[in-house]
């Protein structure tokens, strides 16, 4: 059962406009999301992070929105530049110590 | 900071032989992860620890895999006989245990089982 779901595989976005990755959960239970990058032959590094109390955090070119009632949380990339190129991985805890991963998003940022 | 240090980075081996894969975490994290990627399955928490101790063993696949952390500096994971189907990219990561969740991970090692 994947309680953390990444329904789009792949996403290819023009150098410039605005990247829209999203993520879904089913358990009621997870209280904090996560982000995290990942390029080829490196381990994923975290990205940006936002807690459930929250609706909304920002960190530069990245934001994450959260809607606990849809269980749906977005990561905005904008500007989006080639360098975002990456595979993006949503995560969720319920503060158990334990992040649950989705399958994660190939972004492709053309120049 | 070093950050997490993983080995090796790749390892090909044959069906049936041991393979051990080594972690050290950020000096200061309590609490140590071990994660596999693979195609299929993606990225699947295998078992973690917290101040040396394992909490939640349930992701190991079965009996053929063992990991220990004899000290707050270093983890091992351990695939004995290894079989062709363990052919993933094995991440370690390590976290303050603060709960909030935010964990740092290694570079992985790539493994093939011929």
């Known amino acids: 059962d994947q309680q953390v779901k990444q329904n789009s595989p792949s996403l290819s976005v023009q150098e410039g406009r605005i990247s829209i990755l999203n993520c879904d959960y089913t358990?009621?239970?997870?209280?904090?999301f996560l982000w995290y990058k990942k390029y080829p032959a490196e381990g994923p590094t975290f990205l940006i992070s936002?807690?459930?109390?929250?609706d909304k955090n920002e960190d530069g070119r990245f934001t994450v929105f959260l809607n606990k009632s849809a269980k749906h949380l977005s990561l905005h990339i904008v500007p989006s530049q080639p360098g975002d190129s990456a595979v993006y991985f949503c995560?969720?805890?319920?503060?158990?110590?334990?992040?649950?991963f989705g399958q994660g998003t190939i972004l492709t940022v053309h120049p | 900071d070093a950050g997490v240090i993983q080995s090796p980075r790749h390892e090909v081996t044959e069906m049936g032989q041991e393979v051990t894969l080594r972690c050290k975490p950020i000096?200061?994290?309590?609490?140590l992860f071990w994660y596999r990627q693979t195609m299929m399955r993606g990225l699947e928490l295998l078992i973690y620890?917290?101040?040396?101790?394992?909490?939640?063993d349930s992701g190991m696949p079965e009996d053929r895999f063992s990991a220990k952390m004899p000290n707050a500096s270093f983890s091992t994971l351990k695939i004995q006989p290894s079989e062709p189907r363990d052919s993933a990219v094995y991440f370690c990561?390590?976290?303050?245990?603060?709960?909030?969740?935010?964990?740092?991970f290694g570079p992985g090692t790539r493994l093939l089982v011929l």
């Open positions: 990561a390590s976290t303050l245990d603060r709960g909030e969740g935010t964990q740092y």
């Open positions: 358990n009621s239970m997870f209280d904090y």
């Open positions: 936002i807690s459930s109390i929250k």
């Open positions: 995560a969720a805890s319920s503060r158990t110590g334990k992040l649950t």
């Open positions: 000096s200061g994290h309590n609490s």
């Open positions: 620890f917290n101040n040396n101790v394992p909490i939640d």
